[in-house]
């Protein structure tokens, strides 16, 4: 008789998203193609929204991946809407918490209950315009390299130990559209080997701001 049963998810990925899903999308088909859940014990088995009407449930869906909806405008407070966002996740305890376009602010008390495992996707090469509409900013400030960032998430805003990057030019005949979509095409290479990267110990948040990589680390 041949043994069917699955390796044991020992590393669960939760997502947090807010709209479309690319980068969702990414990481699944990552994932499968890499084989993570047989190779690392690693697998996405949670994505949670805080918008009803967010694309990204359809992809999380479409790959049988459960899915919670948290709108944030029925909570009371910031806090009230974290508390129930971080109940959602424990109830996974997962190993690592994506932000893959995940459109909210994150009380300090959240990011430090997850310090660092939770990561976040950020379309500039930070610390250079963290914050929103990244891609007219660069366009407006006549920046010539733009790019995009995975960093573990700290208590300030699109800040903490960067992880990886990538870099794009932006061509004098760029707008917001071309520039944003030659970004994101650096995303989605750049968050799953992100996630690889940490799911494998070789990149670690040491929380001084800086990143202890696989040499420098100690078990
Ligand atoms: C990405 O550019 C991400 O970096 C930013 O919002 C966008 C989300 O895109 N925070 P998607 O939902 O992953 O398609």
Redesign the pocket.
Known sequence: MTNSASKPVIKPIVVL?????????ALLTTASAQQWEFELGAKVVAVVSNRADA??LDVARMHDVPVHILEHERFDSRAAFDDLLARTIDFYEPQLIV?????RVLTPAFVRRYVGRLI????SLLPSFPGLATHRRVLDAGVRTHG?TVHFVSDAVDAGPIIAQAAVAVFPDDDEASL?AR??QQ?HRLLPQAVRQVLEGQVRDERQGKLLVANELHS
């Open positions: 998203v807010s709209g479309r899903g690319s980068n969702l999308q694309q990204a932000l893959a376009g995940f459109m976040n996707v950020h379309p995009a944003a970004v994101l995303e």
